[in-house]
């Protein structure tokens, strides 16, 4: 049995398209460019993240920028954190993207403040947080804007 195939150049990519097929070397490649593209985006959104909370934290600790290591941490945290944001941009709408961003950063710099200096939040702004947490999770589970 002879089988019939068309070939096709597709970002880069030459695929054969065997008949009858359910689905070719091209759509698989693609759908494979789309996974490794999200992937790397939530890492560039959790780099982000870890730098705006690491800048956030060093404020303190600069005490008014008058203490140079914390104060070069703030600037080149931001940095970071504004670079790595600007590349989520790239897939993820703004405001999602800020939604996440903003909302994560919120919990983890209430926990370094707990952990480092002794900032105990009380029960309302526990509960605000926990729905912090639970907007972002709704954001990344049931939205249609931003692909999974």
């Not at 695929?15 to 091209?26: H, L, N, Q």
Request: proline content about 3%.
């Amino acid at each position: 049995m002879q089988m019939e195939y068309t070939s096709l150049e597709t970002k880069g990519y030459i695929a054969t398209t065997f008949k009858p097929a359910s689905i070719t070397f091209v759509q698989l490649c693609l759908a494979l460019d789309q996974y490794n593209e999200n992937k790397m985006t939530y890492l560039y959104l959790a780099i982000a993240i870890i730098a705006e909370v690491a800048a956030t934290s060093a404020l303190k600790a600069s005490e008014e920028f008058t203490r140079l290591v914390p104060s070069v941490i703030v600037v080149v945290g931001y940095c970071i954190a504004f670079y790595f944001l600007t590349l989520v941009l790239r897939v993820i709408p703004i405001g999602i993207t800020y939604a996440i961003w903003s909302g994560v950063g919120i919990v983890l710099v209430a926990l370094v403040g707990f952990l480092l200096y002794k900032q105990t939040p009380d029960m309302p702004a526990i509960i605000g947080m926990g729905l912090i947490i639970l907007g972002v999770v709704v954001i990344n589970v049931f939205s249609k804007t931003i692909s999974h």
